[in-house]
């Protein structure tokens, strides 16, 4: 990280004049990344309108059985998140029907829209459960992305150089001096 950041000082946040005002996350999970542990690493970067406002990177607390309990844990952790962010613009007069998570795994958005527990993810802790509560109440969408839009990799995964600067590009990252 201390090499990237001593080679790119030029490269910073820019926050363009002219932007929506949607508020939507993307969220990804490497599946069992770790190789100590084999926990997975949960990305996450949160836009309103096409610019950053909070983005982060953190390894898993417990070990995920399958992608898609990998992938939900990630996105009922966010969940979280983007309601105490939504709670924050509204403070300052923005209003929001529905954010939206955008996440690559069928799976995972089939298991958050759909209210019956499954034989195969009944382990998963119920606080992650609680994206499945907000997703009813309608406050929140699980949106599936396609892997090469997934920008969240560049949280959770190495990158071929070609994907990481079109990834640092559309995070708003980009020469400022």
Same mark, same amino acid.
């Given at each position: 990280?201390?090499?990237?950041?001593?080679?790119?000082?030029?490269?910073?946040?820019?926050?363009?004049?002219?932007?929506?005002?949607?508020?939507?996350?993307?969220?990804?999970?490497? =599946?069992?990344?770790?190789?100590?542990?084999?926990?997975? /690493? +949960?990305?996450? @970067?949160?836009?309103?309108?096409?610019?950053?406002? &909070?983005?982060?990177?953190?390894?898993?607390?417990?070990?995920?059985?399958?992608?898609?309990?990998?992938?939900?844990?990630?996105?009922?952790?966010?969940?979280?998140?983007?309601?105490?962010?939504?709670?924050?613009?509204?403070?300052?007069?923005?209003? =929001?029907?529905?954010?939206?998570?955008?996440?690559?795994? /069928? +799976?995972?958005? @089939?298991?958050?829209?759909?209210?019956?527990?499954? &034989?195969?993810?009944?382990?998963?802790?119920?606080?992650?459960?609680?994206?499945?509560?907000?997703?009813?109440?309608?406050?929140?969408?699980?949106?599936?992305?396609?892997?090469?839009?997934?920008?969240?990799?560049?949280?959770?995964?190495?990158?071929?150089?070609?994907?990481?600067?079109?990834?640092?590009?559309?995070?708003?990252?980009?020469?400022?001096?």
């Amino acid at each position: 990280i201390f090499k990237y950041l001593a080679y790119t000082p030029s490269i910073g946040l820019w926050y363009p004049r002219k932007s929506s005002f949607d508020l939507h996350t993307y969220s990804d999970t490497d =599946f069992g990344g770790y190789k100590v542990d084999r926990k997975s /690493t +949960s990305g996450m @970067c949160q836009f309103l309108g096409n610019m950053l406002i &909070s983005w982060f990177s953190k390894k898993q607390n417990s070990v995920a059985l399958s992608t898609t309990e990998a992938e939900y844990i990630t996105a009922g952790s966010f969940c979280a998140q983007i309601m105490w962010m939504k709670q924050q613009l509204l403070d300052y007069g923005f209003n =929001f029907e529905k954010m939206s998570i955008r996440c690559d795994n /069928t +799976s995972a958005i @089939c298991l958050g829209k759909n209210p019956v527990h499954h &034989s195969r993810t009944k382990h998963i802790d119920i606080r992650y459960h609680f994206i499945k509560d907000h997703i009813e109440k309608g406050d929140i969408e699980l949106v599936f992305v396609p892997t090469q839009e997934q920008v969240t990799d560049i949280f959770t995964k190495p990158l071929d150089e070609q994907t990481f600067s079109k990834f640092r590009l559309e995070l708003g990252l980009c020469e400022i001096g």
